[in-house]
């Protein structure tokens, strides 16, 4: 039988939300696996955790409290796996045992995005594409430390050039960006006068990146490593590339097929015709059969989209007919139709 949550918490079964939170600190800093490495200790954490994600939620203590354990069966209210109550701790003690506290090695860059705009005949191949991509890199003049010529940046006071300072009293404390130096760790008293302090100047880079055949509009690109530099030579970020594909002006397209309207007159409707149409590609040969009806749709076989990766497979080509009635005759047109329309099939 699991342990009465009130119980495992230490509180009474009257407790608010602060005394919840309060006593669920307080135990979840004594127990947990950063601090005490071993089964029990990961064992006893998961059973505070669990504990605390039942009464911290109103409508789970209601249901524990009336009917226990059994009444939460099915709807979520216990379990959850470890990586549940590290996403609960993480939440309420930030990055006191975070994942910034367990990262090792430099910090990485950042990511970075740029966004270009493709045609829809461009999705057929695979291409190549030249970007040019704006960076930050280290300025020359200061090597990067932002400070000018002939003098260095100092170790900051107040965080002794951590880029933190520690707020709090007794066993709970937080670190929180230090206001002195904003971070940095460093206090530049005299700076670089081409980059301003900052240590860094703008550059703009040429990125080849492959756009594949059959791409979706909105498709993200990842190319490796080309993003944000990384501060003391960690890994840069990636750059993502998000590709946005033009409207056509007659096609609609969807997914691996294109959509587009075919207008006709009656006679090429009743009778049938071959037509020539403007595909994706360049002209496409099309036979209307004899009989065709406004709204029937045409298919053309392989003259659609490319699929994903694959410019050797394509979708096909869909014509919704339009029939179009005239809306004058001649004395002679409308004799011959009349004409017609006498005549019995």
Do not use: W
Request: charged fraction near 30%.
């Amino acid at each position: 039988m699991p342990a009465d949550y009130y119980e495992t918490l230490g509180v009474s079964r009257e407790a608010d939300d602060a005394e919840l939170k309060k006593a669920y600190r307080k135990l979840a800093m004594s127990c947990h696996p950063d601090r005490n490495p071993g089964p029990e200790a990961e064992a006893r954490f998961k059973e505070v955790n669990e504990a605390y994600g039942v009464l911290s939620d109103p409508q789970k203590r209601q249901i524990y409290d009336r009917y226990g354990h059994e009444g939460l069966q099915g709807n979520g209210g216990a379990g959850g796996g470890f990586g549940g109550f590290e996403d609960l701790f993480g939440s309420i003690f930030g990055d006191i045992f975070g994942r910034g506290g367990r990262q090792k090695g430099p910090p990485r860059g950042d990511d970075m995005r740029v966004d270009i705009k493709v045609s829809l005949a461009d999705c057929l191949k695979r291409r190549e594409r030249e970007l040019e991509v704006p960076y930050e890199v280290d300025c020359g003049s200061c090597g990067g430390t932002g400070a000018a010529k002939g003098t260095a940046p100092e170790v900051c006071t107040m965080c002794n050039g951590h880029g933190q300072v520690t707020v709090g009293h007794g066993f709970i404390s937080m670190a929180q960006t230090c206001p002195r130096c904003r971070g940095r760790g460093q206090i530049i008293k005299k700076p670089c006068g081409d980059c301003r302090g900052t240590g860094k100047r703008p550059e703009r880079r040429q990125i080849t990146v492959s756009i594949p055949a059959g791409v979706p509009h909105g498709a993200k690109l990842r190319v490796r490593g080309k993003g944000g530099a990384a501060p003391k030579g960690g890994e840069a970020g990636d750059l993502f590339v998000v590709v946005h594909v033009a409207d056509h002006p007659t096609l609609h397209r969807e997914e691996e097929h294109l959509v587009r309207e075919l207008s006709i007159d009656m006679l090429s409707a009743a009778l049938g015709e071959e037509l020539e149409v403007e595909g994706l590609s360049g002209p496409v040969r099309v036979q209307v059969p004899a009989g065709t009806q406004p709204d029937d749709v045409l298919r053309v076989a392989g003259q659609g989209m490319a699929h994903l990766n694959q410019e050797e497979r394509r979708g096909d080509l869909f014509l919704k007919v339009q029939v179009q009635v005239p809306r004058a005759l001649s004395a002679a047109q409308r004799a011959h139709l009349e004409a017609f329309r006498g005549l019995k099939a």
